[in-house]
């Protein structure tokens, strides 16, 4: 006869290897593994940690059982039974809860939280909730639009979808901004008021807690890894739900209306200088335009509906194209690269990600003689002949170059015949080209 199992048992797995590049993993397991992509039971026997490290982009810790959150201390106690000879007490683990771990400048001012399993409640609940808990940062570059939605909104969608809003959410490095921008969103993924770690002395209990947020893909989500049944066909479909937009997708109507083209407009770096210019010739061309500065997308509710209500969205490269997620399916994207070398890393940040949201994309690469730059840097330096050279210097000189100093003077010419394909594309449904792009 076999010997019954002891009440409590605990197994610590640790994998790692460098030459297979397998994932590392840490793993305390109270008699019943935990499954990312399932939803487990939260009974009191089920006493689980397990923290995933194996990530490029982001670390996850989930905790099941006796958890209580010391909110101005930045500590997490897992409370675990000494009937367990094996059970480690005051084990600690560290995570920052923001899923852009790569950044190392961002991470460094990401606070830093500390899960301790202990035998002792040494900290009284003062606060019982009954709804599982997700924790994580609004630090990081959230106040970007382009950010906000790539390393907060889309993973915590990925992350707390599955608790179908009843969930918690628990935040660090507290944006007061943020969380008032986007609570038409929040309050759709959670039913409850979002707790202020940063500000609240109290000591909240859970029983199921998930720390940090799963962040698969820039500005996307990856549909081949868990959990399943995500997708940004989806996620689009969650923010028209939030912020009550009406159009699912672009009617073809071959020439019977004009289409609807919303022109972004910056000041500054990257700005459209002949903006005046190319507003008359997209009309002139059969568009009606919408034209966005950067006050008008101070309030999102109205400015999503603009949004939606349009068929193309025409910008230079920079955050305000990441309203695209707002956009009917079908519709287009135009996307003006600045001169520098930039072709891929403006497709990666714009081109792919319109793609996977069922957006037709077009783009349009300045010449040297179209930029600002030419009035600053003689036509012989490595700013035209080389641009790599100044990628070769690292990041924060290439912004300074090609993203912060320049602005942009479009050749009316070519940038019509882009426009004339996404006329075509917009009433038609036909194209010339998969990704069109005038030279």
């Not at 084990?91 to 852009?100: N, S």
Request: hydrophobic share 40%; glycine share 6%.
């Amino acid at each position: 006869m076999k010997k019954p199992m002891s009440k409590i048992r605990l197994a610590i797995i640790l994998i790692s290897s460098s030459s297979l590049l397998l994932p590392t993993f840490y793993l305390i397991s109270f008699l019943h593994p935990f499954s990312l992509c399932a939803k487990p039971s939260t009974a009191a026997t089920n006493t689980t940690a397990f923290c995933d490290t194996s990530h490029e982009r982001y670390d996850t810790c989930f905790l099941q059982g006796d958890i209580r959150i010391i909110s101005n201390a930045s500590k997490l106690l897992l409370i675990i039974s000494s009937a367990s000879p094996a059970a480690t007490p005051n084990a600690t683990w560290k995570i920052k809860p923001f899923p852009r771990k790569w950044e190392a400048p961002v991470m460094a001012r990401t606070k830093q939280l500390s899960i301790i399993t202990s035998e002792t409640p040494a900290a009284p609940c003062t606060i019982n909730h009954t709804a599982p808990a997700v924790v994580f940062s609004t630090g990081g570059f959230s106040g970007n639009f382009y950010h906000d939605i790539t390393d907060i909104l889309i993973p915590l969608y990925v992350t707390s979808h599955r608790f179908h809003g009843d969930v918690k959410f628990l935040v660090s490095d507290f944006n007061a901004k943020f969380v008032a921008k986007y609570r038409p969103v929040l309050a759709r993924l959670s039913g409850s008021d979002v707790i202020n770690l940063d500000g609240d002395n109290g000591v909240h209990c859970f029983r199921e807690v998930h720390v940090g947020l799963i962040n698969n893909k820039e500005f996307g989500i990856d549909t081949t890894k868990p959990p399943p049944g995500i997708s940004m066909n989806g996620f689009r479909q969650f923010l028209r739900s939030s912020f009550s937009l009406s159009r699912n997708r672009v009617a073809r109507n071959r020439g019977r209306r004009k289409p609807r083209l919303l022109i972004q407009l910056r000041k500054g770096s990257r700005e459209l200088v002949n903006s005046r210019e190319v507003i008359s010739m997209t009309k002139r061309l059969g568009f009606k335009v919408i034209v966005a500065g950067a006050e008008d997308t101070k309030n999102l509710t109205s400015f999503s509906a603009a949004v939606n209500s349009v068929d193309a969205l025409l910008g230079v490269h920079g955050a305000g194209l990441s309203n695209m997620v707002f956009l009917p399916d079908g519709a287009a994207v135009v996307q003006i690269i600045p001169w520098g070398g930039l072709k891929w890393a403006c497709r990666f940040s714009f081109g792919d990600p319109a793609a996977g949201m069922g957006l037709k994309y077009f783009e349009y690469e300045i010449k040297e003689e179209e930029s600002s730059l030419i009035e600053q840097y003689p036509r012989n330096h490595s700013v035209f002949t080389n641009p790599a050279e100044i990628h070769k210097q690292g990041w924060n000189m290439l912004w300074y170059v090609f993203l912060e100093k320049q602005r942009v003077k479009v050749d009316l010419r070519r940038l019509r015949a882009v426009l004339a394909e996404v006329l075509r594309w917009i009433q038609t449904g036909e194209e010339k080209n998969l990704h069109f792009m005038i030279q």
